[in-house]
């Protein structure tokens, strides 16, 4: 079963449009094949609850402008992270054990990952973003908020 979530209500409403519901649950093999053969990536469990509940979403921005920073459109596909092994380890983020990537944001321009812990990153340049905590992190995307 999955968690309950404690979202405002436009959270709940921008993700029920965008595919999200309530025990909704995606088949992760072939990704997790297709990242292990190709990357080395190997699917931990804090992934795989996330991306079982959230992957092969992708998100508009909301319009307007976030709480305190830009809304972005976000796409929860692991492959995105493909070939990156490398960079996310080269960038020293404060995470605990392997970052896993979950999918992108911006159009590209940044890829997100996430810990053994459940903390999601947001990956750009040389720079590693903490977004928040597994679910956390949807809303603060979706709505603008830092963590």
């Known amino acids: 079963m999955a968690e309950a979530h404690d979202w405002a209500s436009?959270?709940?409403?921008?993700?029920?449009?965008?595919?999200?519901q309530p025990e909704r649950q995606v088949d992760l093999h072939?990704?997790?094949q297709e990242l292990a053969d190709g990357s080395g990536f190997h699917l931990h469990a804090a992934a795989a609850r996330f991306?079982?509940?959230?992957?092969?979403?992708n998100v508009p921005r909301i319009r307007g402008l976030g709480h305190e920073v830009a809304s972005v459109t976000f796409e929860l596909?692991?492959?995105?992270?493909?070939?990156?092994r490398d960079w996310f380890r080269s960038l020293g983020c404060p995470a605990r054990g392997e970052l896993y990537p979950i999918g992108d944001a911006g159009?590209?321009?940044?890829?997100?990952a996430i810990d053994e812990d459940s903390t999601v990153f947001m990956l750009f340049g040389n720079e590693c973003r903490r977004i928040g905590t597994g679910a956390e992190a949807i809303a603060n995307l979706v709505t603008g908020r830092r963590p």
């Open 10 to 20: 436009e959270v709940v409403a921008h993700l029920t449009t965008a595919g999200w």
């Open 30 to 32: 072939d990704w997790a």
């Open 51 to 57: 991306l079982s509940e959230f992957g092969g979403l």
């Open 77 to 84: 596909d692991p492959r995105n992270g493909e070939g990156r």
């Open 107 to 112: 159009g590209g321009h940044a890829i997100l």
